[in-house]
């Protein structure tokens, strides 16, 4: 049974860092397609980082790029999401996902297993 299980949300003042984390069971991590998505209050569930490639390129969202950083931890079949210099806009419900078929869109659509969230709130 494919399993995602977020954790590492919370509150946090702006410009501050959080580190998310996904770990992942009943299939291999690195060999599905994997990212994070985010949905804010009234908003559509967008792509934030992926991974698009099996080399481990990977795609950033212009509005967290150099500030969000994805990394996989094969061994602990676990993804991240480390989160810098957070800001207001960035709060929301994270996801991460996973789907067998590899892709290098990072859109929900495409995505077929979904974690259950994890809250983030940027927050002075």
């Known amino acids: 049974q494919v399993q995602l299980v977020e954790s590492g949300g919370g509150l946090v003042q702006p410009g501050g860092s959080l580190r998310l984390s996904c770990a992942a069971s009943g299939f291999t991590l690195d060999r599905y397609a994997t990212g994070w998505f985010r949905q804010a209050p009234g908003k559509e569930r967008e792509g934030v980082s992926c991974?698009?490639?099996?080399?481990?390129?990977?795609y950033y969202a212009d509005s967290v790029k150099g500030r969000f950083t994805i990394s996989r931890d094969n061994a602990k079949n676990t993804v991240y999401l480390h989160m810098d210099s957070l800001k207001p806009e960035d709060t929301a419900v994270y996801y991460c996902?996973?789907?067998?078929?590899?892709?290098?869109?990072?859109?929900?659509?495409?995505?077929?297993?979904w974690g259950q969230g994890t809250q983030v709130t940027v927050s002075s």
């Open positions: 996902a996973a789907d067998p078929d590899r892709t290098s869109l990072c859109e929900p659509g495409v995505y077929t297993y």
């Open positions: 991974f698009t490639s099996s080399s481990g390129s990977t």
